[in-house]
């Protein structure tokens, strides 16, 4: 398991990656987590509705429901574009961070 500040840190990028892969809705966004990460990765629904309803504000995803024919409707979240022009620019800042980290660490 890794922090908590680091997990904090990293959600919103890995949302709105996932996000920009395919739409998807709340448990299904933690199961993508879990498997793409080889189930090391763990998010709470107390971590990742809040990351979520912040990336809503800001504008970088939007939700709506959908009906299921079995089940009650499903909250759905799908990336903007202003949610994809800040997933590039995200994901340069942080491919620069690891860069930065990894000169202190050594390699």
Do not use: C
Not at 51 to 71: I, N, P, R, S, T
Request: charged fraction near 30%; proline fraction near 2%.
């Amino acid at each position: 398991m890794f922090d908590r500040e680091l997990v904090k840190g990293s959600t919103s990028l890995i949302l709105l990656q996932l996000l920009n892969e395919k739409e998807m809705y709340g448990y299904q966004l933690v199961k993508e987590m879990e498997e793409k990460s080889g189930n090391v990765l763990q998010v709470k629904e107390g971590t990742l509705y809040p990351a979520l309803h912040k990336l809503e504000q800001k504008g970088y995803v939007e939700a709506y429901w959908q009906e299921q024919e079995k089940g009650p409707a499903r909250k759905y979240y799908r990336i903007t574009e202003e949610g994809r022009d800040i997933l590039t620019h995200k994901t340069k800042e942080w491919n620069s961070f690891v860069n930065m980290i990894q000169g202190f660490i050594g390699r």
